[in-house]
């Protein structure tokens, strides 16, 4: 096999991990975290319904990018930095939440 030939299988199996199942777990963490940094709305409930809702359109657009992007490292960086985003801000509303449950906690003994 040919440097070229694997050099072809390579990016094959790269775009499709890529747009498959990279891109779903992106577009889970995109929809768990809009849900922090969405707007409540008139009901409070807004921010937890937008997200699931929208949940296929932001899967789709991920993986269109993912898959028509010329720049197979670009798409990566660009879908690995909005994952890393959304996981922080996650993180950070979890160990937040956790700090005042603590904290609650403390004070009520």
Not at 12 to 30: E, I, K, N, Q, T
Not at 78 to 93: A, K, N, Q, R, T
Request: charge should be positive.
């Amino acid at each position: 096999m040919s440097t070229s030939e694997l050099a072809a299988r390579w990016r094959f199996w790269s775009r499709f991990a890529l747009a498959g199942p990279v891109v779903f777990l992106c577009a889970a963490l995109v929809m768990c975290g809009g849900a922090l940094w969405l707007p409540e709305g008139p009901a409070q409930i807004d921010n937890l319904v937008l997200p699931i809702v929208l949940f296929p359109a932001i899967w789709a657009a991920l993986f269109f990018y993912a898959y028509l992007d010329r720049s197979l490292v670009r798409a990566w960086a660009v879908i690995g930095g909005l994952s890393l985003v959304h996981l922080v801000v996650i993180g950070v509303y979890v160990m937040q939440t956790m700090q005042a449950a603590k904290a609650a906690g403390a004070g009520g003994s």
